[in-house]
C-alpha cells in the first residue's frame, strides 16, 4: 500500500518561511515525478510545483516562482517543498502527489487529479498578515 505523509506545516507571518516534506512509499522512488499541490477553502486544488527523478526538469506554478522550490533525496525518498516570502494568499492545505513517470513530461502534473496516481492526506498552511 502506497502511503504520502506530510510534515512541515504551520502557522508563519507573512514574509516567513516553511519547508514542507513528503515521506513516500512508491518503490521505486526514482520511477515517480512528485509534485505538490494546495487547496484553499472554497477553491478548486491547485498545481504548485513538480520534479522528476534526476530534479533536471522542474515545473512551478507561476504564483509561486521565485519563492519556492520543489527538490528531492531519492535515497530517503523524500521529497521538499521550501517555501518563503510567504504571503497570505499561500494559505492552504498543501497535498504531495506522486506519478509513474511513463514518459511525460513532468509538467503534465499540472493538469491535476487525471495525471496523478497517488496523493497525502494533505497538511495545512496558514500565512498570518
Known amino acids: 500500500q502506497v502511503h504520502l505523509v506530510e510534515s512541515g506545516g504551520g502557522l508563519v507571518q507573512a514574509g516567513g518561511s516553511l519547508r514542507l516534506s513528503c515521506a513516500a512509499s512508491?518503490?521505486?522512488?526514482?520511477?515517480?515525478?512528485m509534485g505538490w499541490f494546495r487547496q484553499a477553502p472554497g477553491k478548486e486544488r491547485e498545481f504548485v510545483a513538480a520534479?522528476?527523478?534526476?530534479?533536471?526538469?522542474?515545473a512551478y506554478a507561476e504564483s509561486v516562482k521565485g519563492r519556492f522550490t520543489i527538490s528531492r533525496d531519492n535515497a530517503g525518498n523524500t521529497v521538499y517543498l521550501q517555501m518563503a516570502s510567504l504571503k497570505p494568499e499561500d494559505t492552504a492545505a498543501y497535498y504531495c502527489?506522486?506519478?509513474?513517470?511513463?514518459?511525460?513530461?513532468?509538467?503534465?502534473?499540472?493538469?491535476?487529479?487525471?495525471?496523478?496516481?497517488?496523493w497525502g492526506q494533505g497538511i495545512q498552511v496558514t500565512v498570518s498578515s
Open positions: 502527489a506522486a506519478r509513474l513517470n511513463s514518459g511525460q513530461a513532468v509538467s503534465d502534473m499540472t493538469r491535476g487529479a487525471t495525471a496523478i496516481d497517488y
Open positions: 512508491v518503490r521505486p522512488f526514482s520511477s515517480y515525478y
Open positions: 520534479i522528476n527523478w534526476r530534479g533536471s526538469s522542474i
